[in-house]
């Protein structure tokens, strides 16, 4: 079957800096996405590894090691705004984007 | 083009009853995905659709529930003989099709359709 598995709940500091990981078991895969989803709202895409190694974008980086089978997402410069689900997607085929249970951030000040 | 969009937002049914859900994906879209969300979970994969044909079911669909996308544009999902247990979040998402393996498609989703069943 697949699997991906995240911590269930994460409290950070506001300005501080928070890591949410993400272990994967799945049949066949080509990356792994970070979606942040608001109370009420839909996912939206953060960011997106096919290769190893870090991605950046803004206060937002991913990271993917397929031999661990690992990956994780780092927020910096936490904001209260930050404060949503996360969750952690792998894509297994050409067609499927599996997700997983999600980790759901609070921001304290 | 305003992105993904779903309709009905919200929609109340009794048990037993069939119901339809409609999503227009971005417009260059390809791929267009049927999600379903419950409290506290991920999104679960209904199906999937590459223009007009349905390439991939999830074993969680049951021969309750139909999908459609008859001219590869907007596509419908349809629930019949409605149960409790199908009360959920219904996610509709559209990608384009990569240009290379490397390419990310990011899935763009809709608001969704929250369905309760009483």
């Known amino acids: 079957g697949q699997s991906l598995e995240q911590p269930s709940e994460v409290t950070a500091v506001e300005g501080a800096i928070v890591q949410i990981n993400c272990t994967y078991q799945t049949s066949g895969f080509y990356g792994l996405s970070w979606y942040q989803q608001h109370d009420g709202g839909a996912p939206t895409f953060l960011s997106y590894?096919?290769?190893?190694g870090l991605e950046e974008t803004g206060r937002f980086s991913s990271f993917l090691s397929r031999s661990d089978s690992y990956g994780y997402l780092l927020l910096q410069e936490l904001q209260m705004k930050d404060s949503a689900s996360y969750f952690c997607a792998a894509r297994t085929g050409a067609n499927n984007l599996f997700f997983g249970t999600g980790t759901r951030l609070t921001v304290i000040p | 083009d305003t992105g993904v969009s779903q309709d009905p937002r919200h929609k109340i049914t009794k048990r037993g009853q069939n119901v339809t859900f409609r999503c227009d994906p971005i417009s260059e879209h390809n791929r267009l995905y049927w999600y379903r969300q419950t409290l506290g979970q991920g999104p679960e994969f209904l199906t999937y659709?590459?223009?007009?044909?349905?390439?991939?079911k999830s074993r969680l669909l049951s021969d309750r529930f139909s999908a459609e996308r008859p001219k590869g544009s907007f596509s419908t999902l349809e629930i019949q003989r409605t149960e409790q247990g199908d009360s959920a979040m219904y996610l509709c998402a559209s990608s384009p099709l990569p240009g290379s393996r490397k390419t990310n498609t990011e899935a763009f989703f809709g608001q969704g359709t929250r369905l309760t069943v009483v």
């Open positions: 659709f590459q223009n007009e044909a349905q390439l991939e």
């Open positions: 590894n096919a290769l190893d």
